[in-house]
């Protein structure tokens, strides 16, 4: 509902930036209600965008930064990881990753991701490592957001308690943000 609001308030012609960015929160809502279809058809109308988007000098205010094809990658990865896809996202968040090194709360954000594909994979223990890793970094910089990630990713495991599941849970017992 609030993204067809934002496509509405937007001009017939948004800038491709805009285009971009409103196409790849919809195929991330799409893959999120496991609308496979209407996600990939989100994503290719992004691509588009994308694409006209290099044409562009400059994206117009207040997009202050293109919306590249690395971001595009990133929510590709994001779709395929919430229509389990694991190699797909994989594939797609090696591609997000070659070209910009993000700041540390959303790297440890996408290695949950990440997390969640090798899990997927049942790469069980690179799973809990990247995802412990990812705990640790959200709980130095006293992220709410990382630590809530990392517990729906603790959540959606129903497997046996192996070793790195339980260092895993043992961190995950002390996050907390105070």
């Known amino acids: 509902m609030l993204l067809g ?3 509405t308030a937007i001009d017939t012609r948004p800038p491709p930036t805009a285009a971009a960015w409103l196409a790849c929160l919809e195929a991330l809502a799409h893959a999120s209600a496991r609308d496979e279809r209407s996600c990939q058809i989100a994503l290719a109308e992004a691509e588009h965008a994308v694409t006209a988007s290099e044409r562009a000098t400059a994206p117009p205010w207040p997009w202050v930064f293109p919306f590249t ?3 595009l990658a990133g929510y590709r990865a994001l779709c395929a990881v919430r229509l389990a896809h694991p190699a797909e996202a994989l594939a797609a968040f090696a ?4 070209m910009t090194q993000p700041a540390d709360k959303q790297r440890a954000v996408l290695m949950l991701e990440i997390a969640a594909t090798k899990q997927m994979e049942a790469e069980f223990d690179e799973a ?3 995802a412990e890793a990812a705990l640790a ?3 130095r ?3 709410e957001r ?3 990630a990392a517990r729906r990713f603790r959540t959606s495991y129903t497997g046996p308690l192996l070793p790195g599941v339980a260092a895993f849970d043992d961190r995950l017992l002390t996050a907390t943000i105070g």
């Not at 591609?95 to 070659?98: K, N």
């Open 146 to 148: 990382v630590i809530q």
């Open 141 to 143: 910089h006293r992220s």
């Open 137 to 139: 970094m959200g709980m």
């Open 128 to 130: 809990f490592a990247l």
């Open 5 to 7: 609001r934002a496509r």
């Open 95 to 98: 591609q997000s990753s070659s």
């Open 69 to 71: 094809g690395e971001k």
